[in-house]
């Protein structure tokens, strides 16, 4: 998630996919971290020019159409922020010590406050749990946050209880010197036994929270690296390892459905959230939507678990391995699987 500055000014030129846009939709797009209620301010407010160094700038409406090639000039505004409520619950801890902690993130648990998800957060159990003890680097939203997973990928994650070793933390993460293991298990069956994936990710133009491979043309695009192995092949489905170099928003997903084997119940890149498990077992053909879907659910999220995270203690020197073992509801999809073999 980026960082931004009350005031800081950015400029984003539309590209000819984005003609026509709604200019508050083209800024949603662009800046996720708003609201469109936050963004629909700003351009009311007048913090949004639309061709700012020509004779023609406006400040335009949040309903004002779009052409190509026009550059659009963003201020970022102020908006208000809370502190999260302590909430007692549960957590699973899987090392702590003075300066950092490692939890077992359940699924279906949002990790951060953000839009329609104000608790229930790991943030808030944090809260609870901990107190004042953790980082404030990331600001009163994101107390001891160094990384982020998917609300419905279960796993490691890795938290500091001070400034000092969240930015030694931050700065392993950028040297890519945190090995980072998922599990995962995807439909079809890959040629290769294992394989890197090197495609750049960006914003999807056209769906708010989805990303993409992105083309030459996205000046804004991120590098990303994942390897993966196959740990074993099924029928229609594989299980394997993934174990990402870069660090982009929903880089496993967009990079295994782009390589042709989407993530098993990744509704928003695989068309579907639910399996069966006639479907796992072979007796009855897998359907191409979630609607056809009949008989015994096993599994109704996305089959990507954090499973190892391995790294250098930053204060210690010591060599770490966290493990976060198959979550039930993952190893009924495997049982389902081994049983037609």
Known sequence: MTSFCVGEIFFRTVEESESGWRLDLFLASHFPEFSRT????????????????????????PSFRLKSGQVVRFTIPDTPRETPQAEPIPIEILYEDNDLVVVNKPVDMVVHPSRGHWSGTLVAALAYHFGGQLSSSRGPMRPGIVHRLDRDTSGVILVAKNDFIHAKLAALFEERKIRKEYFAIVFGKPHLDRDMIDAPIGLHPKVKEKMRIAPPTDSDAKEALTFYEVIKRYNKFTSIRCLPKTGRTHQIRVHLVHAGYPILCDRMYGGRKTISMEELTGKKPVALTEENTTGTIVLSRQALHAHKLSFEHPATGKELEIVSPIPNDIQSVIDCLETNV
């Not at 009311?44 to 335009?60: A, H, L, Y």
């Open 38 to 61: 936050t963004i629909r301010n700003a351009i009311t407010s007048g913090g949004v020019c639309i061709d700012p160094d020509s004779d023609k700038s406006t400040f335009g409406k």
